[in-house]
Structures are given as structure tokens and as C-alpha cells.
């Protein structure tokens, strides 16, 4: 069984910068392309990015494209979301992921979700 574990969230100004770390334990980090989605309440699940099981590859929703940017330790079994340049439009509760299968824009790809932290950008 995988757990992960996020954390970094918090409340944030308009145009400021957050962190969020995502902890996988219970099977090979390295198995897994992982990736980000955030939701907020009444909306679906999006989409934020994903990156590959070596750390080479990324892409992201245009949303976030050149704000936000998706890193991993696999020595730590750690993948990263950086955010920069927040907008209120970001406030969600964001949630990582892991897929055995394919780097994917799509929930349903994913075998493991965490849990959630919440995001939230003041303006």
C-alpha cells in the first residue's frame, strides 16, 4: 500500500510563493510518475502538472505554466510543488498523486492520492 503525505500549505498574499511537499512511502518512489491537481468546492478536480518517474520530464496545465514548477527527491521519496506568483485563482486544496502507468493530466490514471492541503491566496 502507498501513503502520501502533503504539507507546505497555508494562506499566502496575492503574488507570493508557497512550497508544497508530498511524502510517499510504502513501495518504490521511483514506480510512480506522480502529479498535482487541485479543487475547490462545487468544481471538479484540475489538473496542475505531473512530472516522470526519473524527474526528467514535466508538463503542466497553462494555467501554471511558468508560476508553478513540479521537482522530485527520489533519494527523499519527496516530489515537490513550487508555486511563485500566486493569484486568488489558486486558492485550492491540492492533492498529489501517483500513477504506475503514464504521466497523465487525467485523475483516473492515478493508483494513490493524498490526502490534501489547503491553499489559500488573499488578494
Known amino acids: 500500500q502507498v501513503q502520501l503525505v502533503e504539507s507546505g500549505g497555508g494562506l499566502v498574499q496575492a503574488g507570493g510563493s508557497l512550497r508544497l511537499s508530498c511524502a510517499v512511502s510504502?513501495?518504490?518512489?521511483?514506480?510512480?510518475?506522480m502529479g498535482w491537481f487541485r479543487q475547490t468546492p462545487g468544481k471538479e478536480r484540475e489538473f496542475v502538472g505531473t512530472i516522470s518517474r526519473g524527474g526528467g520530464s514535466t508538463y503542466y496545465a497553462d494555467s501554471v505554466k511558468d508560476r508553478f514548477t513540479i521537482s522530485r527527491d527520489n533519494g527523499k521519496d519527496t516530489v515537490y510543488l513550487q508555486m511563485s506568483s500566486l493569484k486568488p485563482e489558486d486558492t485550492a486544496v491540492y492533492y498529489c498523486?501517483?500513477?504506475?502507468?503514464?504521466?497523465?493530466?487525467?485523475?483516473?490514471?492515478?493508483?494513490?492520492w493524498g490526502q490534501g492541503t489547503q491553499v489559500t491566496v488573499s488578494s
Open positions: 498523486a501517483a500513477s504506475r502507468r503514464a504521466m497523465s493530466s487525467r485523475g483516473l490514471e492515478y493508483d494513490y
Open positions: 510504502g513501495r518504490t518512489f521511483t514506480s510512480y510518475h
